[in-house]
Structures are given as structure tokens and as C-alpha cells.
């Protein structure tokens, strides 16, 4: 973006935002909205409590365990689905009814069946990112170039080599954007799962700052944990651009 | 004059030495009989061209010879041992090069012999060398997209010719490369035919690259496929790839063939 013939660096648009927030909470207009700049030195004093890094790294293990089971589960299951079509005729459905389906609703089931505790969250982080991932690894291994699988079998490729060296970088490209989603999602499902069930991680802290009117608090957190999903994004989108040179010319 | 043999393959078995064997195979796709009872010998050492109209089942051909495809009945020998699957004494030439494009050239030409599980340096060592042969010395870091057509294909010889089997199948090798590579190509490969003593088994819609670079041509005939003519060219084969496309012999085969073809263009 240019202004007045001056280069802007990326991103200057925030700072707009950013003073009109001030603005608006110096105003006094709404409780609701404090002044960034109290947000912002709430935020500093906030990451080093207790209660603080106790949520953070409550949030994180729900968070990891979650993705790491989509993953785990997901990448496989799409391959094998791309591969096989009695499989992909047994589980699509099932996969694009659970990808479109309101999966909030489903919380307080997970809630009964496996408690009140981290198991539920983990469990609900992973419904929320596995489809995706399933998805995109089976439309990563339908798109595989016939002649590069006969290449392989025509050289004598055993099915795990054809699997490793073959099927799985020629899907990548798509495995990693369905991963990037994935992951995004997971951390809805993880805040949501922690809002529901609300007894640890940032669902406890949110219930505590919106129970006591904290809300330079609540922002704060709020602000970190946007900042964290949106790195982790960036950073999926990054390694997804250091395998673009092939993705284009498959 | 080129000698022309009768069709079904019952080219006098007695003085050829054959390297692979086609006893009566046909291919059915569902309702699609793509090949019906069809029968061929191909002589060690030397190049065999098939060549026909497109359709006409010549890319079935080679990849059930190659053991990818399984045939409806009949059966494939190669030195005298019948092809159930794909093996280490055939490898094959792809028309769109089957690359692996996220891997460089020299990953690429030593993929063969990777999956033979030969230790890394060794096989780095084998396809540096069949590189070097095919010209493309200083690309062994290069990935796919980086280089031309023409390029391409060359990766794709040196892993055949790296895996060092004795028959190599070419499924219309050149037909993605442009007019000047392809020539190039074509004198490069009558040279290795002279040199490796490999068996080549060569597809091919050209009828002029096929009278150029075979020591014998099988003439595919679609619906139901079958091998028409069987044509060896004689006098031109030993003389220099310069004056290979001058010689009468030449001249009269590209007519003879043109003439048997003509009827199956639409
Ligand atoms: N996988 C397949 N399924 C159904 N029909 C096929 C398949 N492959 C080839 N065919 C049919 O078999 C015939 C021969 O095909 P092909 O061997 O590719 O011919 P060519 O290589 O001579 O052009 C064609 O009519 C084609 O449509
Ligand atoms: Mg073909």
C-alpha cells in the first residue's frame, strides 16, 4: 500500500485499528471496551501469573494432543481412502456429514461419555480437525499422477515404498493445507471445548474475568490467543510455499 | 529391398535369437477388446518399433510386456522365463517422463535403483555416470520443472538405462519433445541400440522415426489390434545417421508403410 507516494509496511492498517480502538475505549463509551492501551499493559502483567501460564499450558497439551491424534488418524485414513475404493465408499459419507456438521452441539455428548476433563477437550480438538485433514489427504492421492505410480511398481517398488517415497510427497502439498485448516479449527475446538466444559485452561479464565467485569483481561487473553493461532497458521503457510516448487508441476 | 515378413509373428523363429516373446496375447478392457490373439518376437540386441494409429493398442502392448497390466490370455517370455509382474530385466521409458518433481535429477535417474535398495553412494556413483551419457552433466542438482521437455526425457533414459536391465520399453519417448530434441534423440538412441547391448522395444505414431531408428518394424492395425507387417530394414543400418533419411531404402519403406496406413486414417 502506498500513501502520499510513501511505501506502508506491511500490516500498517493495524495501527489505524489500533488507535481507533483507543479512541473508543478512552471514550467510555461501553465497559465492554477498555482502552487498548490498558489492555495492553494489562496483557504484560497478566502472562506471567500463575493462573495464567497454568491456562496456557493446559490449553497447549489439549491442544497438541488433539492436533496430534487428527493427524496421526487423518493423513492415513485420507490415503488409504484416495487408494481404495470399497474404503472411500464406507467412510466418505460419514466424513463430509461430520465436516459440515455443527460439532458444538456435540460437546455435552462427548461431556457424558468421557467426563468432564482434558480427555473431552482432546477428544473434541481432534473431531474438529480431523475431517479436513482426512479430506485433503484423499483429494492430495486422487489427483497422483497415474504414470508416477507405475513408474514406481515398473521398478519394482515394494507398497510401503510406494507409500512412503511415492504417494505421500505427491500428496503434500494438499496434506499440508488440510493440516493448516486442521489446525485452525483445532483451535476453535480446543477453546470451545474449554468454554463448555469451562472448569480448566482459558475456559476458566474467561469465566473468571466475564464473571468479575475484568474485561482488559479478558481482551488481553483474547489477544494472545489470536496471536498464537494466527503464528501457527503462518507458519503451516510457510512450509507450504517451501514445497509450492512442485506443487504447481505435478 | 527391405525383406517384409508375413504378419502374426511367424517370423522364422529358427534364426532369430529372441528376447521377449508375445504368444497370442489379447486384452479385453470391459467391452473394449483393445488386443485380439496377437503374437511377436523381438531379437536381442536389436530395436523393435510398433507402430500404428493411435487406439490401436500399442501402449497396451508394452505395459503388459512390462508386467503392469495383466493380459486377458496368452503369455509373455522374456529369455525363455514368462512374465507375471514387473521385473529387474525390463525397465521402463514413460511418455510424460514420470518424474518425481520433488526430487532433483540425481535423485531422480539413481529412483531405480533406490527402490532395488542399492546404497546410496553407489547408486549416486551409477547414475552420475548414465548422466554424463545422456548429456546432462552439471544438471544433477536441477529439479523437473527446471528443465525442457527435451530434458525431462533424457532424466527419464538415464533411470532406465541405470537399472542396467536388458530390455527397455519406450512408450512414444519423443512425442512430447520438440521437433530438433527429438532428432537429436533419435541419432543418440541409435548409437546406445549400437553400443549397450540391451533389447529396445519402442513405441511410436511416426512412421519416419520408426524406419529411422529400427531394426524392425511391427505394423499394429487396430479392430481388432493385430501386428499386420512385420518389415526389416536392411541397407541403411550399418551406414552413418546422416545419410540414414537420403537412403532409396528409407525413402521406399516411409511410402510402403504410408501406403498400408493410409486406409485406417479417418
Ligand atoms: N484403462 C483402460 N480402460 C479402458 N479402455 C482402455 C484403457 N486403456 C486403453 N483403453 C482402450 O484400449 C485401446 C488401446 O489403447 P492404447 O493401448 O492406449 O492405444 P495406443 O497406445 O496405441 O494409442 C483404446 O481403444 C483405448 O481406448
Ligand atoms: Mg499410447
Given amino acids: 500500500m502506498t500513501l502520499f507516494g510513501y511505501r506502508l509496511p506491511a500490516m500498517s492498517s493495524l495501527i489505524l485499528w489500533a488507535a481507533v480502538w483507543e479512541i473508543v475505549g478512552l471514550s467510555g463509551w461501553t465497559f465492554f471496551i477498555p482502552p487498548l492501551s490498558e489492555v495492553i499493559t494489562t496483557l504484560f502483567s497478566v502472562i506471567g501469573t500463575p493462573a495464567f501460564t497454568k491456562a496456557l499450558s493446559q490449553t497447549a497439551y489439549a491442544f497438541g494432543a488433539g492436533v496430534f491424534f487428527a493427524v496421526v488418524i487423518g493423513i492415513p485414513v485420507g490415503i488409504l481412502m484416495g487408494k481404495s475404493r470399497i474404503i472411500d465408499e464406507l467412510l466418505l459419507p460419514w466424513v463430509n456429514i461430520f465436516l459440515s456438521a455443527p460439532l458444538t452441539a456435540l460437546v455435552p455428548v462427548l461431556m457424558v461419555l468421557f467426563g468432564f476433563g482434558m480427555k473431552s477437550i482432546i477428544i473434541t480438538t481432534t473431531l474438529f480437525a480431523i475431517w479436513i485433514i482426512i479430506l485433503n489427504s484423499r483429494a492430495g492421492v486422487k489427483q497422483i499422477n497415474r504414470s508416477l505410480v507405475e513408474m514406481a511398481r515398473s521398478f519394482g517398488a515394494s507398497p510401503l515404498d510406494a507409500f512412503f517415497k511415492v504417494y505421500f510427497w505427491a500428496a503434500l502439498p494438499e496434506i499440508l493445507g488440510g493440516v493448516r485448516i486442521g489446525v485452525i479449527r483445532a483451535v476453535k475446538g480446543v477453546i470451545i471445548g474449554q468454554l463448555l466444559i469451562s472448569i480448566v485452561g482459558f475456559g476458566a479464565l474467561f469465566e473468571l474475568y466475564s464473571n468479575n467485569f475484568l474485561m482488559a483481561h479478558f481482551w488481553a487473553v483474547l489477544i494472545v490467543l489470536f496471536a498464537l493461532a494466527f503464528s501457527l497458521s503462518e507458519f503451516l503457510g510457510y512450509l507450504e510455499r517451501r514445497i509450492s516448487y512442485y506443487a504447481a508441476s505435478r | ?266
Fill in chain 2, 1 to 266: 529391398m527391405s525383406q517384409t515378413s508375413d504378419a502374426f509373428g511367424k517370423a522364422d523363429p529358427i534364426d532369430i535369437d529372441s528376447a521377449v516373446s508375445v504368444r497370442g496375447v489379447s486384452k479385453n478392457y470391459g467391452e473394449v477388446e483393445a488386443l485380439r490373439d496377437l503374437s511377436l518376437e523381438f531379437p536381442r540386441g536389436q530395436l523393435t518399433s510398433l507402430l500404428g494409429p493411435s487406439g490401436c493398442g500399442k501402449t497396451t502392448l508394452l505395459k503388459i510386456i512390462a508386467g503392469l497390466i495383466p493380459a486377458t490370455a496368452g503369455e509373455i517370455e522374456i529369455d525363455g522365463r514368462k512374465v507375471t509382474g514387473p521385473g529387474p530385466d525390463r525397465a521402463f521409458v514413460f511418455q510424460d517422463f514420470a518424474l518425481l518433481p520433488w526430487a532433483n535429477v540425481l535423485r531422480n535417474v539413481s529412483f531405480g535403483l533406490e527402490l532395488r535398495g542399492v546404497g546410496k553412494s553407489e547408486r549416486e556413483a551409477v547414475a552420475e555416470k548414465y548422466i554424463g551419457n545422456v548429456g546432462l552433466s552439471g544438471f544433477e542438482k536441477a529439479y523437473p520443472h527446471e528443465l525442457s521437455g527435451g530434458m525431462r526425457q533424457r532424466v527419464g533414459l538415464a533411470r532406465a538405462l541405470s537399472v542396467d536391465a536388458q530390455v527397455l520399453l519406450l512408450d512414444e519417448p519423443f512425442s512430447a519433445v520438440d521437433e530438433q530434441n527429438r532428432r537429436k534423440f533419435q541419432e543418440d538412441l541409435l548409437a546406445l541400440v549400437r553400443n549397450e547391448n540391451k533389447t529396445f522395444i519402442f513405441v511410436t505414431h511416426s512412421i519416419e522415426e520408426a524406419v529411422y531408428i529400427s531394426d524392425q518394424i511391427a505394423i499394429l492395425l487396430p479392430r481388432p489390434s493385430r501386428v499386420s507387417e512385420i518389415i526389416r530394414p536392411t541397407s541403411f543400418r550399418g551406414t552413418k545417421a546422416d545419410n540414414i533419411r537420403r537412403s532409396p531404402e528409407y525413402l521406399d519403406i516411409v511410402d510402403q508403410i504410408w501406403a498400408s496406413l493410409r486406409n485406417y486414417v479417418e
